[in-house]
C-alpha cells in the first residue's frame, strides 16, 4: 500500500508534471514560513528593523517566489493577517511585486478588500499613478 501511494507523488522521469515527496515539503514549508512572518508582523514587539531583517532572509533563501507568495496571500479573509500581508509588502519593496499588485487592484472578480489592500501596498511603495506621472514643471519666483 506504502509504494502505491508513493507512486502517486514521484514525478516521471520523462515528464515535468507533478510533484515529488521532497518538493511537496519544501512548498510546505515555505508557506509555513510565509504565513509564521505574517503573523510575526501583528505581534506589537517586533520593530521594522526585525522585520526588514526576516524578509531580507526570505527573498535570499526563496527568491522572487517569495514576494509573488505575499501577493497571493492578499486573498486572506481575515483583515487583520490583510493589513500584515500590505506592511510587509510596503517594507520589501520588490518591484517585482508592482505590476501584480496594479493587476490585483483592478480587478473587479476580487473582493473590495483585497482591491484597497493591493492599493494600499501600492501607495505605500509610492507607485500609484499620481506618484509616479511627471508634474508639470513648477515655476519659482525669487521676490528681492
Given amino acids: 500500500m506504502e509504494r502505491r501511494d508513493a507512486r502517486l507523488f514521484q ?13 511537496l515539503e519544501s512548498h510546505r514549508q ?5 504565513n ?17 531583517q526576516e524578509l531580507r532572509q526570505c527573498r535570499e533563501n526563496y527568491g522572487p517566489r517569495f514576494a509573488t507568495q505575499l501577493v497571493r496571500a492578499l486573498h486572506q479573509d481575515d483583515e487583520q493577517e490583510r493589513q500584515a ?3 510587509l509588502l510596503i517594507l520589501l519593496y520588490d518591484l517585482n511585486t508592482i505590476s501584480p499588485l496594479q493587476q490585483l487592484s483592478r480587478n473587479q472578480r476580487c473582493s473590495r478588500a483585497t482591491r484597497l489592500s493591493a492599493s494600499f501596498a501600492l501607495a505605500g511603495m509610492g507607485v500609484t499613478g499620481e506618484q ?11 521676490i528681492s
Fill in 132 to 142: 509616479t506621472e511627471d508634474p508639470r514643471p513648477v515655476r519659482l519666483y525669487a
Fill in 36 to 52: 509564521e512572518l505574517i503573523q510575526l508582523t501583528t505581534i506589537t514587539g517586533v520593530t521594522t528593523n526585525e522585520l526588514q
Fill in 11 to 23: 514525478q516521471d522521469a520523462t515528464s515535468n508534471e507533478g510533484w515529488n515527496i521532497v518538493e
Fill in 85 to 87: 500581508i500590505v506592511a
Fill in 30 to 34: 515555505f508557506r509555513q514560513k510565509v
